[in-house]
């Protein structure tokens, strides 16, 4: 599951963004997540499910 966010620097919008990503993790029954950023990255986790947080520019660069 991917969700998307420009800046997720500021706390509230940061849980909105993990809590809103961890709620469609729920029904397919996904452990991962992906949250794209504009510049930030690292890795958090919620018993078994992990988010991986990274910058959506190298996203796109492992595309290729």
Request: hydrophobic content about 35%; aromatic content about 8%; proline content about 5%.
């Amino acid at each position: 599951m991917i969700n998307a966010c420009f800046d997720a620097s500021n706390p509230d919008t940061r849980r909105r963004e993990m809590n809103g990503l961890l709620k469609g993790m729920e029904k397919p029954g996904l452990n991962e997540g992906l949250l794209l950023t504009r510049d930030e990255s690292g890795q958090w986790q919620n018993g078994e499910q992990f988010i991986h947080i990274r910058p959506l520019w190298t996203f796109l660069l492992e595309m290729n």
